[in-house]
């Protein structure tokens, strides 16, 4: 892997240096929002992002996951993508003990209660309670199944999620490295709400064409400004971090 940006010439990196690079720094929030795209803008194949990761980019998913408090996910994808929650091998866990961290982070999935079973495997599968981050219209049976099946509820709004205080009620359960892993109408939601920090873009080396969405969706919104922090190529494909502030 090299790093062209802002080194000036391709410079290689070790593992310890991605590491390093990845690492969310020390604020009392920091919402990373990944997501990989064709070199035309889509964001799927198939109805899945899979066909678009190479080794390089699922090395730096796996890096934001390893590394954050939560994971925070949009209903249909982690319904599309058939999400777990994470069961950490040894080293996700060496790693994770390096940073101080706790062994597992729970996944926090939105929803107005229309896209998430009580049966999804986020909540079934999780080695640790997901939380359910949902609005006060969701109807109390669906509450109550989701806890039933180990989930924790929590209400932020009122006929669909206030993202802010859903984010601010994970920021004071202490989990303020947040990982998105999208999809994109919940990146959209999130980005009109001022609430993303860091966007780390994999560019996958397909042309794909086709029906495909973007990464990002949802009603008019002001464009936000990006600073390019880190540009990395391994083989074809380019990782970039963008920061929405500069730091
Ligand atoms: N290329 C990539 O990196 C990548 C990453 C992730 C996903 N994807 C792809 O994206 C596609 C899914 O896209 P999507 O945009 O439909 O997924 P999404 O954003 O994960 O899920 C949308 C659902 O999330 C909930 N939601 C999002 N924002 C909300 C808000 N502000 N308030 C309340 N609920 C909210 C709603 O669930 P309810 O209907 O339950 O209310 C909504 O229907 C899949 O094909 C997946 O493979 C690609």
């Not at 690079?21 to 009392?28: E, F, G, I, Q």
């Not at 058939?82 to 062994?103: E, K, S």
């Not at 929803?111 to 640790?128: E, H, K, Y």
């Not at 109550?144 to 994970?170: K, N, P, Y």
Request: hydrophobic share 40%; net charge negative.
């Amino acid at each position: 892997m090299h790093q062209i940006w802002p080194t000036g010439d391709a410079r290689p990196i070790d593992d310890g240096e991605l590491e390093r690079l990845y690492t969310y720094p020390d604020r009392p929030r920091w919402l990373v929002a990944n997501f990989v795209a064709s070199t035309d803008g889509a964001v799927e194949v198939g109805g899945k992002a899979r066909p678009l990761s190479t080794p390089p980019d699922r090395k730096v998913l796996q890096l934001g996951s390893d590394l954050a408090d939560v994971l925070l996910i949009g209903a249909t994808t982690a319904m599309v993508e058939d999400f777990r929650g994470v069961h950490p091998d040894q080293h996700t866990l060496a790693r994770r003990h390096r940073h101080g961290l706790a062994d597992i982070p729970p996944t926090a999935v939105v929803t107005t209660g229309r896209s998430l079973p009580a049966d999804a495997p986020v909540i079934t599968q999780a080695r640790v309670p997901t939380l359910v981050l949902t609005c006060a219209t969701a109807p109390d049976a669906t509450r109550r199944a989701w806890t039933d099946s180990g989930a924790e509820v929590v209400i932020a709004g009122e006929e669909t999620v206030d993202l802010a205080a859903a984010v601010a009620a994970l920021t004071e359960r202490g989990l303020r490295r947040i990982d998105c892993e999208g999809g994109p109408h919940l990146f959209g939601a999130l980005t009109a709400a001022g609430l993303v920090d860091e966007l780390r873009l994999t560019i996958s080396p397909l042309l794909t064409a086709g029906p495909a969405g973007r990464i990002a969706t949802g009603p008019p919104t002001t464009p936000a400004d990006l600073t390019l922090a880190t540009a990395l190529a391994e083989d074809d494909t380019l990782l970039l971090r963008y920061l929405t502030r500069p730091r």
